[in-house]
T-cell receptor, first 112, second 111 residues
Framework: DTAVSQTPKYLVTQMGNDKSIKCEQN?????MYWYKQDSKKFLKIMFS???????INETVPNRFSPKSPDKAHLNLHINSLELGDSAVYFC???????????FGSGTRLTVV | GIQVEQSPPDLILQEGANSTLRCNFS?????LQWFHQNPWGQLINLFY???GTKQNGRLSATTVATERYSLLYISSSQTTDSGVYFC?????????????FGKGTKLTVNP
């Protein structure tokens, strides 16, 4: 199936831990994104990468570090997790010639 | 930056009813998408519609780019239509682009 896939789907962890979320797309898109959806359902961009290069960093704390080993993958590593990091994180991809963005199914992160 | 406003914020319907959701945006755009977030949290792309009208089954969408709004029509609503509907537009600043979302319309369809 052509898609944007992210893992894990659910992540429950304690404050202070470090965790990673992985994202892969097989759509041939050249740009990938991380979005955060807060408890009020508001979706906001965190990062975007184009061909492995960081393009957008929307005033996200340094504890969040995206890594793009190739243009089909964009991972998100979070250090020293805080309660306020609890949210749903969505990966997405697009291409300059494509018709819109495609989103992954989301990772629900709960920090306890 | 560009502002995206959706109305109404909440909508409750009886099965079989029709509805119209509205999206206003503050600047000219060349990309607009409608998404449905189902009760399981999945974001499903409904329409890519920077201008004009498109139809897909019971759903249709119209974007009037010159007047900076888009409408999503749901006809003969079903309980499976419940969820949150998001409008999103491309914002381009400094050569980079990002998808900016409205706050959504939460639709509940009762049997």
């Amino acid at each position: 199936d052509t898609a944007v896939s992210q893992t894990p789907k659910y992540l429950v962890t304690q404050m202070g831990n470090d965790k990673s979320i992985k994202c892969e797309q097989n759509l041939g898109h050249d740009t990938m994104y991380w979005y955060k959806q807060d408890s009020k359902k508001f979706l906001k961009i965190m990062f975007s990468y184009n061909n492995k290069e960081l393009i957008i960093n929307e005033t996200v704390p340094n504890r969040f570090s995206p890594k793009s080993p190739d243009k089909a993958h964009l991972n998100l590593h979070i250090n020293s997790l805080e309660l306020g990091d609890s949210a749903v994180y969505f990966c997405a991809s697009s291409h300059r010639d494509s018709r819109g963005y495609t989103f992954g199914s989301g990772t629900r992160l709960t920090v306890v | 930056g560009i502002q995206v406003e959706q109305s109404p914020p909440d909508l409750i319907l009886q099965e079989g009813a029709n509805s119209t959701l509205r999206c206003n945006f503050s600047d000219s755009v060349n990309n607009l998408q409608w998404f449905h977030q189902n009760p399981w949290g999945q974001l499903i792309n409904l329409f890519y519609i920077p201008s004009g009208t498109k139809q897909n089954g019971r759903l249709s969408a119209t974007t009037v780019a010159t007047e900076r709004y888009s409408l999503l029509y749901i006809s003969s609503s079903q309980t499976t239509d419940s969820g949150v509907y998001f409008c999103a537009v491309i914002s381009t600043q400094g050569g980079s682009e990002k998808l900016v979302f409205g706050k959504g319309t939460k639709l509940t369809v009762n049997p």
